[in-house]
């Protein structure tokens, strides 16, 4: 027999045996729900409606001083930065000595249909960052704003230059929306009427949000489906995939005016990167921050592409800020292998240094 | 062993249907660049929420008929225990702190907030960053 022959036989064998697996496994994945996401031990410190403020245990003997507030993105849950063990970036800023806050944002409710990025940037923010002080005794705090997160983060921060906050970190958070092509024309007012939808749903429908997310890669969802099946036999892409699935698809209402105004100030107008949008009547210039940033953008990033993301350092006041454009997409540079190796040790590396 | 020459017809289709991901992805979004489109699922969109808004009512109508709790009152009492839920939470979280002072007479509990960074594995750590993704990553400067 020849060595090519061998080897075409060995790799039929390997074929069978994962064909088997699949049957045996497939059905375990029918059955079984899936790793139990979000088990880093917490406590509820505050909760407000939308908003619930936790604080995760420490897992480190002594802890930096300067706690770290992390903000979650609205249309998501939290629990991507805190997947299973080993794969968490909580867990991971545990272990390495933060003592970390995470806002994160419960389904509004239907009397929440009026919130606005007033209330989140005037009123959600400011309340948490006085109850991390509150609770961790520390005046001065660090904070980490993911995707939206960022964005509501940077508001905040413009709007309030006397802030506690002493370093901030974003991750792909836009702020120029006119680089976000198909989002911008999907939402183009000259057929989008945002007044007549959320005047009829009240707050923006989740399915509506998936839906415009899943559309930017429509083949994602059939291809990743028969991937899952080819790989049915490797348990840890099973779970992986399990795990950024469930998470992809439980998707938030946004507030209706929240989002009617979102639409308006920044698919419409694109105010912030013109620095024309106001907040309450207050002018928000990013040049106002002035606090050290760091910028974790995804080289891959099909939600927030680079053009849209690169504004925020170029924007700001700080003289201490640093963009970095790591490979991976809008969630794997946060969570998953990609991240593991990528973002946290260098944001660890960043912000380490600057929690003393 | 002698690696095999000939092409494996299990990768083959594997590329096959990776390239066929990116195709239509492709494909889909010229597509939906059009106004055409953007035109066709906004009309879309409007219409299935007048269309949820119109049964709403009539499910509602046919609730009070039958004096059932219609899905506005359910949400209603699901609010009101939520906002009870809320304030719960706040006598815990504050009891909780009034214990923790008292036990600890005033002194604070937990781990002490006196870590440093270690000076020279916190620059180590970073490296891999970089160098894993030399080709593609790239550390632009601040303007």
């Known amino acids: ?356 | 062993m002698a690696e095999s020459s000939s092409p494996d017809p299990f990768d083959f289709w594997r590329d096959l249907l990776s390239q066929m991901e990116k195709g239509v992805n492709q494909f889909a979004n010229q597509g939906m660049k059009t106004d055409e489109f953007a035109k066709g699922a906004s009309k879309l969109m409007t219409a299935n929420a007048a269309r949820k808004k119109i049964t709403q009512a009539m499910v509602k109508r046919y609730c009070e008929e039958f004096n059932l709790p219609t899905r506005s009152d359910v949400e209603a009492v699901n609010e009101r225990l939520q906002s009870l839920e809320d304030r719960l939470v706040e006598i815990a979280t504050t009891l909780r702190r009034l214990a923790d002072a008292q036990a600890s007479g005033g002194v604070a509990t937990g781990p002490a907030r006196t870590r440093k960074p270690p000076p020279e594995p916190a620059a180590e750590a970073a490296a891999p960053a970089r160098t894993g993704a030399a080709k593609r990553n790239t550390k632009r400067p601040a303007s």
């Not at chain 1, 991971?92 to 933060?98: A, D, E, H, V």
């Not at chain 1, 980490?144 to 309030?160: D, E, K, N």
């Not at chain 1, 998936?210 to 099946?229: H, K, N, S, Y």
């Not at chain 1, 350092?313 to 700080?318: H, L, M, P």
């Open chain 1, 1 to 356: 027999m020849t060595a090519e022959a061998a080897s075409i036989g060995e790799r039929i064998r390997t074929e069978i045996d994962r064909a088997l697996q699949r049957n045996i496994k497939g059905l375990d994945y029918l059955s079984n729900e899936g790793p139990a996401l979000g088990v880093t031990p917490r406590e509820l410190l505050h909760r407000r409606g939308t908003m619930a403020l936790y604080r995760y245990r420490a897992l480190a003997d002594e802890v930096y001083r300067v706690p770290l507030l992390i903000v979650m993105a609205l249309t998501n849950r939290g629990y991507i930065l805190d997947l299973a063990p080993g794969q968490s970036f909580v867990e991971y800023l545990l272990k390495q000595g933060y003592d970390v806050f995470v806002i994160d944002w419960n389904a509004p409710r239907s009397d929440e249909k009026k919130l606005r990025i007033e209330d989140y940037t005037l009123d959600f923010i400011p309340d948490a960052v006085r109850r991390v002080q509150e609770a961790s005794g520390e005046e001065d705090i660090n904070l980490i704003g993911y995707c939206m997160g960022g964005l509501l983060s940077s508001i905040y921060l413009a709007l309030h230059p006397e802030s506690p906050v002493r370093h901030f970190a974003a991750f792909t958070t836009p702020i120029d929306f006119s680089e976000m092509k198909l989002f911008a024309h999907w939402s183009d007012k000259r057929h989008f009427d945002v007044d007549r939808l959320i005047d009829s749903t009240g707050n923006a429908p989740p399915d509506m949000i998936f839906a415009a997310f899943d559309m930017l890669r429509p083949a994602d969802r059939a291809a990743g489906t028969i991937q899952v099946w080819d790989n049915m036999w490797n348990d840890e892409y099973v779970k992986s995939y399990r795990m950024f699935d469930r998470w992809a698809t439980d998707v938030l209402p946004l507030p209706g005016e929240y989002f009617r105004q979102f639409t308006k100030a920044f698919m419409w107008g694109n105010l912030l990167v013109k620095d024309a949008f106001e907040v309450d009547g207050r002018p928000v210039k990013l040049n106002r921050i002035k606090v050290p940033v760091l910028h974790a953008i995804a080289e891959h990033d099909h939600i927030v592409p680079y053009g849209a993301a690169r504004a925020l350092v170029q924007k700001i006041g700080s003289k201490d800020k640093e963009e970095i454009v790591l490979k991976g997409g809008h969630v794997s540079l946060v969570a998953g292998g990609n991240a593991i190796k990528r973002l946290w040790p260098k944001l660890d590396a960043w912000l380490g240094k600057r929690s003393t």
